[in-house]
Nanobody
Framework: QVQVVESGGGSVQAGGSLRLSCKVF????????MSWYRQAPGKERDFVSG???????TYADSVKGRFTISQDTAKTTLYLQMNSLKPEDTAMYYC???????WGQGTQVTVSS
């Protein structure tokens, strides 16, 4: 049974920072390719950032230069460092194992102006 578990969300003022974490349990290969998505109330779930087995990263234009995706050396934990946060970054953030097509339950990020 594969489980994806996010943590690290919270409330912060505009301009602040947060770091999200994501761990995958059950099958190591599920960490080979992973992504972060987010969904604001009343909106669709959108891609935020991804990283593949080779360490190649991609970002949505809206977060380029502010967010950084990374994994630890053992590829057991996925991170999303979010800097210079804006109110429009407020959303539920979801971690996804692309390798195993498995979603986490999400962690809420709220940015106040």
């Amino acid at each position: 049974q594969v489980q994806v578990v996010e943590s690290g969300g919270g409330s912060v003022q505009a301009g602040g920072s947060l770091r999200l974490s994501c761990k995958v349990f059950g099958y190591p290969a599920c960490t080979y390719s992973m992504s972060w998505y987010r969904q604001a109330p009343g909106k669709e779930r959108d891609f935020v950032s991804g990283i593949n087995h080779y360490g190649t990263t991609t970002y949505a234009d809206s977060v380029k230069g502010r967010f950084t995706i990374s994994q630890d050396t053992a590829k057991t934990t996925l991170y999303l460092q979010m800097n210079s946060l804006k109110p429009e970054d407020t959303a539920m953030y979801y971690c996804k194992s692309d390798s195993c097509t498995k979603w986490g339950q999400g962690t809420q990020v709220t940015v106040s102006s």
